[in-house]
Nanobody, 127 residues
């Protein structure tokens, strides 16, 4: 089970930190990530992270690179998304997701490849 939290209302240029707590199983070897869905749009990939032999691997959507950072804490089975310099176009419901995607497969960026989902948390960025 994945439980997302941390959404809210923020002005453009502000910051928010989302958290996703995993329970019910160990997700330490899973890819954990975030997707978002704006009104009337498809759910899109935001960021994901995986622990591998070489350390932590992370992938970001181009639209959030340099502004968002994904963190992972295996000890607490959580993944967080630090969102800085938020823009109105970041307004969406954010979902955390997880699946077992092992190297050498690349970290997945499509929703179809994730089978564990949390409930969404709404992020609203006002202009």
């Amino acid at each position: 089970q994945l439980q997302a939290s941390g959404g809210g209302l923020v002005q453009a240029g502000g910051s928010l930190r989302l958290s996703c707590a995993a329970s019910g199983r160990t997700f330490s070897t899973f890819v954990m990530g975030w997707f978002r869905q704006a009104p009337g749009k498809e759910r899109e990939f935001v960021a994901a992270v995986r622990r591998s032999r070489s350390g932590l691997e992370s992938v970001y959507a181009d639209s959030v690179k340099g502004r968002f950072t994904i963190f992972r804490d295996n000890a607490s089975n959580t993944v967080s998304l630090q969102m800085n310099n938020l823009k109105p176009e970041d307004t969406a419901v954010y979902y955390c997701a997880a699946d077992l995607i092992l190297p050498p497969r690349p970290i997945a960026t499509t929703r179809e490849e994730y089978h564990y989902w949390g409930q969404g948390t709404l992020v609203t960025v006002s202009s």
